[in-house]
């Protein structure tokens, strides 16, 4: 689970990591009033969206003063931003917030995320902080300095010391950043946070550090120890075919393809996908039925794959253990009959009671394509969709 920066940044204010400080609003005509109390020369002010980027899409914009910071509110509230990470579709921006301006005399990279391959925490820092750290990363990835968490023994200060130098902090601002790191790991690891990460991590011109932004993503089953950051979810940011799919528990991921799958367990949805590209398709979702569905979980499914309008044929792919195959076949009738079949539905089937899920489907009398083996469906269903 995502959440926002001005979110992220209450979270961290509490763990002890210095941010800014601000106030969010949803209407332009209070942005005069906060930067009035926030009192300083110039303020910030921040699109409240789920994807970073903003700063180069034009989210992030320096007021000189109340009536400019009203302004730049009005132009930003209501608008589409797009951004690298937003996709052409943009998001809209229905918060902002508008924060202290400060006089920033360097913008440095610091995150906490799980590494897999080594199955710890790694702290990473970076002096090339600010915009432009994918950049960074991808090519001139000695810029990152890193250190390994032992997750029983927790972050040892000496390693926080030792980030400090590699990215070229002097004494007095290491002491700061070394408390930084701790308080930021302390966050990490006490809201079963995934990644958190501050960049830019500025140095002011007076020497303090702060949390100029901040990203912070959740563990999604750890979510129930946290029922004040699920409280945090904001349904507007995510997909609304993805949010539906929860409703019934489907595994339901929406992608750019014209062909709609519907898959029964994770490793078969992935093969799946992997034959339709193979055949030359391009999927136009994950969706794991799970093991266990049953007729009216098929017709749920069924009818989210076919609200996406980009989907031009239907693969429908399911081995039979638990979820039999005459209940599939139940199931598919059943939505066709209430959808009707817009698009060609190809399905393959195999396992238990698979004689009968095939009689079924065809004495329904409904134009469906059955398959026999995954390569033939796979090579029929790219075939219709075209
Ligand atoms: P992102 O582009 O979505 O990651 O948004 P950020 O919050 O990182 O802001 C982008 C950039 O805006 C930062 O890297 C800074 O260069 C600039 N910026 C943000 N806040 C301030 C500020 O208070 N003062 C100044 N001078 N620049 C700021
Ligand atoms: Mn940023």
Redesign the pocket.
């Known amino acids: 689970m995502k959440i926002h920066?001005f979110q992220a940044k209450a979270i961290l204010a509490t763990h002890g990591v210095p941010v800014?400080r601000g106030e969010t609003i949803t209407k332009a005509s209070e942005a005069a009033a906060v930067a009035r109390r926030l009192g300083t020369k110039?303020v910030?002010v921040?699109a409240q969206i789920h994807a970073?980027?903003?700063?180069?899409g034009g989210?992030?914009k320096?007021a000189r003063n109340p009536e400019d910071a009203e302004k730049l509110a009005k132009n930003m509230l209501g608008m589409t931003l797009v951004?690298h990470q937003t996709g052409p579709e943009g998001r809209k921006v229905s918060r902002v917030l508008v924060?202290?301006?400060?006089?920033?005399q360097r913008?440095l990279y610091l995150s906490v995320v799980l590494d897999r391959s080594s199955g710890k925490p790694v702290v990473m820092a970076s002096a090339a902080g600010?915009?432009d750290i994918e950049e960074v990363a991808a090519s001139t990835p000695e810029k990152i300095a890193k250190v390994y968490i032992e997750p029983g023994v927790g972050i040892v200060p000496f390693q926080a010391r030792q980030l400090g130098f590699a990215i070229g902090l002097d004494g007095a601002q290491v002491n700061k950043f070394v408390q930084i790191v701790g308080a930021l790991y302390e966050a990490y690891l006490s809201t079963d946070a995934s990644l958190l990460e501050l960049?830019?991590l500025v140095v002011t011109a007076s020497g303090d550090l702060l949390a100029?932004?901040a990203k912070m993503n959740f563990d999604d089953n750890a979510l129930y120890r946290h029922p004040d950051i699920k409280e945090l979810r904001d349904l507007a940011e995510e997909d609304p075919l993805e949010i539906e799919a929860s409703k019934f528990s489907l595994n339901y991921i929406h992608l750019d393809g014209n062909i709609g799958c519907m898959v029964n367990g994770a490793g078969l949805a992935m093969a799946t996908m992997d034959i339709i590209k193979l055949a030359g398709g391009e999927p136009a979702n994950f969706l794991d039925v799970g093991g266990g569905a049953n007729a009216e979980q098929i017709r749920n499914a069924f009818k989210i794959l076919m609200s996406d309008k980009n989907v031009k044929a239907v693969l429908i792919n399911i081995f039979g253990g638990i979820l039999r195959c005459d209940v599939l076949a139940q199931g598919v009738i059943a939505a066709v009959k209430e959808l009707g079949v817009p698009v060609p539905i190809v399905i393959r089937m195999e396992g238990t009671n698979v004689d009968e899920g095939k009689r079924l489907l065809k004495e329904s009398g409904m134009k469906l394509t059955t398959a026999d083996s995954m390569d033939e469906a796979a090579i029929t269903v790219v075939k219709l969709a075209h």
Do not use: A, F, Y
Not at 99 to 104: A, H, I, K, N
């Open positions: 920066e800014p110039v910030v921040k970073g980027g903003r700063g180069k989210g992030v320096l951004t924060e202290e301006g400060l006089q920033m913008e600010g915009m960049n830019p100029l932004d």
